[in-house]
C-alpha cells in the first residue's frame, strides 16, 4: 500500500527535479545504475581481482629484490671478516717474527760487543797495529 502512495510522489518529485536541474535526473539516476551495476559486474571484480594480484606480483617481486640485496650484503659483509681475519693472522705472524728477530739481533749484538770488548781488552804490539790473533780473524773471514 505504501508502494502506491509513493509512486505519485516520485513522480511529482521527478517532474519539479526535471525543470529545475538542467541535467535531467533520469540520466543522473541512469548513471548510478550504471556505477551500481559496474560494482557488481563479474567483469569489474575480474579486473579487480586481477589488479590485486599484480600488485601483490610486485610486493612479492619487491620483496625477493630486498631478499636479494640483504643476501649479497651479508656475503660482502662476511668475505669483509673472512679477510680481516687474515690480515690479523698475518699481522700476528709478522709482530712474532719481527720479535724474534729483535731478539736474535740483541744476542749477537752482545755477542759483537763481548767480542769488541775482548779485543779492546788486549794490549796491542809495539810493532804492529794489528795483533796476530786479530789478523788471523779478518784473514778467515
Sequence with gaps: MSEVL????????????????????IFILAALA???FDKSSAIRQAVNER????????????????????AWIAARSAE????????????????TNLAARLAAIQIENEILNDDLA????????????????????????
Excluded at 509513493?6 to 535526473?25: D, E, N, S, Y
Excluded at 781488552?121 to 784473514?139: E, Q, W
Design 118 to 141: 775482548d779485543l779492546l781488552s788486549r794490549p796491542v804490539d809495539r810493532d804492529c797495529a794489528v795483533d796476530t790473533d786479530v789478523l788471523g780473524r779478518l784473514r778467515s773471514k
Design 80 to 95: 669483509a671478516a673472512r679477510e680481516a681475519e687474515r690480515r690479523h693472522a698475518v699481522e700476528a705472524t709478522a709482530r
Design 34 to 36: 550504471w556505477v551500481q
Design 51 to 70: 589488479v590485486r594480484e599484480m600488485v601483490a606480483g610486485a610486493e612479492i617481486a619487491s620483496l625477493e629484490a630486498q631478499l636479494d640485496a640483504q
Design 6 to 25: 509513493a509512486l505519485p510522489l516520485v513522480k511529482g518529485a521527478l517532474r519539479i527535479l526535471g525543470f529545475t536541474i538542467p541535467i535531467p535526473v
